[in-house]
């Protein structure tokens, strides 16, 4: 939109009725997120045993408002507590953490540790097996898989998580 009020072109009024409804997204996701960012914006509480500090809990409302969040902050600023609290939200659930393999544990303890209430299950093998099962007979809140894993098991999950991005997306 700003290159073609630079740089007029000749457009199909399909493409410019397309363009002018992105356009109006963006500014609809971007008014959201200002009006989180302002100072007197009061932020979410997460239900958590450790209680998120303030920009923890502003980055998860990012992610829930926004349905994404691209949090690249430094070493120990908690990018782990702000992905637990987002997933606390029973709109981001089911959750799919993909870590390396080495942290599969790691964040299941964090997971009892921060959010005990949330049903976690780190998946064992790359071939799908039925979940209520390995739940103590419920469905996880939360599944914890490695990259490697995920291959198996993206027919089974796809139709879950892509029916959970387009609620957070409303």
């Known amino acids: 939109d700003w290159f073609l ?3 007029p072109l000749k457009e199909q009024p399909e493409a410019r009725a397309r363009l002018n409804a992105l356009v109006e997204a963006y500014r609809g996701r971007r008014e959201v997120v200002e009006s989180i960012l302002r100072q007197d914006h009061p932020p979410l509480t997460f239900p958590m ?4 500090r303030e920009y ?3 980055a998860a409302e990012l992610a829930l408002r926004n349905g994404s969040l691209l949090l690249a902050d430094d070493v120990g600023l908690g990018k782990t507590v702000v992905a637990i609290a987002a997933l606390t939200d029973a709109r981001a659930r089911p ?12 964040w299941e303890a964090e997971f009892r540790k921060i959010a005990p209430a949330l049903r976690t299950h ?7 097996y039925d979940l209520s099962t390995a739940a103590g007979g419920h469905s996880p809140d939360i599944l914890i898989s490695t990259y490697h894993k995920l291959a198996g098991w993206a027919d089974v999950l ?6 959970l991005l387009g609620l957070l997306r409303q």
């Open 49 to 52: 045993a450790l209680p998120a």
């Open 56 to 58: 923890q809990a502003v």
């Open 158 to 163: 796809a139709p879950r998580l892509a029916a």
């Open 95 to 106: 959750g799919l953490v993909c870590v390396y393999p080495h942290l599969q544990y790691q």
């Open 122 to 128: 780190v998946l064992r093998k790359g071939r799908p």
């Open 5 to 7: 009020q630079r740089y």
